[in-house]
């Protein structure tokens, strides 16, 4: 991943993170701010329908003890304590319930049947079950369901009271919980409140949900089966609770619901308010946020990309020229140079940078040159004093015995051709050392380009190891090498797998045999050669060990440097083609050695499927 991708990854998560940070901390506040606001409101509410629900209770009673204490009532009843006679009052119920506005109205005579009903007539004579409890019991108002004519039952607030100087008949009045006492509740925008009423329900029993029971100021309550869990826990607990609720799968169609039981004088639950407060508002608010903070992303994410691209402008894109011309410095083209363009009078890092670079590779294109002629220079000397020491050596014998030649011309015939055939013979084999000499430079002078083709490594080693160690393989003709491998133990360890790479066998044996000659010169007295070769990750290894004196740290950094030798008669040239040889193959070849602990050379060539350049 280039810098201009990670600064762009890198700004537009931050962005994001700082948006999405925001944004949720804006709607977690709103959230809370709406759900304290609800909460206020449904409190306010309930203490509100309390309220309403108390001032009623003392109306009713206030209105019962009225007329209990009233002398109508008190002469109607001392009439029916003396002569049980009812019937002149069946319709005294209506009558007075209509003065009295209430709801509803039963007068309940010495024997705890209805004297005169005024919701239900018919009703005279049958048993009343309030007037069987006690009347110190029921002081204050209370709920009670009430069966009507149409079949139905309703939900009212009653007080019972004996009428007084006759406190064997009593009286029932009370007022109905419907939608009218509903609509007395002033609720705030955006809250609703509704009744579900359990009047149907047999005693001592919890009803199963029925939604036509639950109902608000405009009716019938839609999607009523939502608030059952609700009504449900209050009417099995009796104690109040609140909870979310969705009406549909849109988020702004849910509600803050908070129900409240109201219980009868035996503390059944009667019936439960239901406060609604509706959450649209709040969704909505969240939404519009929500929208808000995807276009500040969006537009944050535009400007980062903006500026990312001017960042990428001023510092990766010279960067990446930069790292572009330190690679070509690397691959040998000193004249590299960055393209400052406008940048040219630039004092930011970067042109700075650009600039000491380009100083840097202007001075090394400077000082090429004058390297290239000290080194040659030093190749040169380095030559004529190599080859002057290598021609010194059999000039020295060449002019001794012309020398000898020039004193034997004034001895006898005989004596002379006798001196004269010695002399002949070792000018002949000094010349020929000379010949061999100037052969070796001339060979590394002009090393032949290798001809790859495709061979395994292993089949090579085993062909320098025939060659060496005639005991190991087929018979040699080579007398010298078998003398010499005499006190020398060969082995050979090679993969099972095929070692392919791509080579010129024949300077590659070549190769490999110089190595092991000078292997076998490290151990005089005998030792152990050891030839390996093995598959290396994508690189084909070969190794040339022995059990010699080793080298020193110095020897070892020096060892394939042209004309140094540790030998007393070497031209320093071996080792030097050997490295020229692994390295026309695109490989490389190190020493590992210490004082008295043998040497290892170790061959890394390209495996087939490697790159190698002809």
């Known amino acids: 991943m280039s810098l201009r991708q990670k600064l762009l990854l890198l700004f537009s998560l931050i962005v994001t993170a700082a948006v999405a940070a925001v944004a949720w901390t804006v709607l977690v506040r709103i959230r809370q701010v709406f759900d304290e606001q609800d909460q206020e409101k449904t409190t ?33 009843a001392v009439e029916l304590a003396r002569s049980s006679d009812a019937a002149p009052y069946l319709t005294e119920a209506q009558t007075l319930a209509v003065e009295a506005q209430l709801d509803f109205l039963e007068i309940v005579g010495p024997d705890g049947n209805i004297v005169s009903s005024a919701q239900w007539p018919a009703r005279f004579g049958y048993p009343e079950p309030v007037a069987q409890t006690p009347p110190s019991t029921l002081t204050q108002a209370f709920i009670k369901r009430e069966d009507l004519p149409d079949g139905v039952t309703a939900l009212g607030i009653f007080a019972v009271r004996s009428i007084h100087g006759a406190p064997t ?25 509704y009744l579900y009423t359990n009047a149907d329900a047999p005693m001592d029993t919890i009803p199963a949900f029925d939604p036509e029971r639950l109902f608000g100021l405009h009716g019938e309550v839609t999607k009523a089966s939502r608030y ?20 549909t799968d849109h988020r702004e169609d849910s509600v803050s619901a908070t129900v409240l039981p109201l219980k009868s004088e035996t503390g059944r639950v009667m019936a439960v308010l239901v406060v609604a407060a509706s959450r649209r508002q709040m969704v909505e608010a969240q939404q519009h946020i929500r929208a808000i903070a995807y276009g500040i992303a969006a537009t944050g994410i535009l400007v980062t990309i903006a500026f990312s691209m001017w960042i990428a402008a001023r510092v990766s894109r010279p960067i990446e020229e930069l790292a572009h011309a330190a690679d070509e410095v690397a691959q040998g ?17 970067v042109a700075r940078l650009a600039r000491s670079f380009n100083h840097m590779t202007a001075e090394l294109s400077a000082q090429r040159e004058k390297l290239i002629q000290s080194e040659r220079v030093a190749a040169w000397r380095e030559l004529a004093r190599r080859l002057a020491h290598e021609l010194k050596n059999p000039l020295f014998p060449l002019q001794l015995t012309v020398e000898n030649l020039v004193r034997a011309r004034q001895l ?14 070792t000018l002949s084999m000094e010349i020929a050392n000379l010949k061999a000499i100037i052969g070796r430079f001339s060979d590394f002078s002009r090393m032949p380009r290798p001809q790859l083709e495709r061979i395994d490594a292993a089949e090579a080693i085993k062909r320098v190891a025939l060659l060496h160690f005639p005991l190991t393989g087929a018979a040699s003709n080579d007398k010298a090498a078998a003398e010499k491998s005499h006190n020398i133990d060969c082995c050979v360890e090679l993969d099972t797998t095929p070692l392919f790479i791509d080579a010129d066998p ?14 076998m010169d490290a151990m005089p007295d ?11 990750n994508d690189q084909i290894e070969i190794r040339v060990s022995d059990t010699g004196e080793g080298l020193t740290p110095e020897e070892s950094e020096r060892l394939f440097t042209p004309y140094y030798t540790t030998k007393e008669h070497g031209t320093g040239l071996g080792l030097a083609i050997v490295q020229s040889v692994v390295a026309d193959h695109a490989g490389t070849i190190t020493v590992e050695s210490r004082p008295g602990g043998g040497a290892a ?14």
């Open 526 to 536: 005998g030792g152990k050669l050891t030839l390996s070769a093995r598959s290396l």
């Open 169 to 193: 008949v009593e009286i029932i009045g009370g007022k109905r919980l419907d939608q009218q006492f509903l609509a007395d509740l002033p609720a705030p925008p955006s809250v609703e409140t």
């Open 506 to 519: 024949e300077l590659l044996h070549r190769a490999l045999s110089n190595l092991v000659l000078n292997a």
């Open 228 to 247: 059952q869990p609700l009504i449900d826990a209050a009417s099995r607990s009796g104690q109040p609770s609140s909870s979310v609720l969705y009406l």
């Open 601 to 614: 050379f170790v061959l890394l060539f390209p495996g087939a499927n490697g790159i190698v350049e002809a």
């Open 412 to 425: 006898p015939e005989e004596e002379f051709d006798e001196v004269f055939r010695e002399s002949t013979r």
């Open 333 to 349: 083209n000193w004249d590299a140079q960055v393209d400052l363009g406008g940048r040219a009078d630039s004092r930011d890092e």
């Open 44 to 76: 306010l509410l309930v203490n509100q329908f309390q309220r309403e629900f108390q001032h009623r209770s003392a109306d009713v009673v206030s209105t019962v003890d009225r007329m209990a204490s009233s002398e109508h009532l008190r002469s109607m």
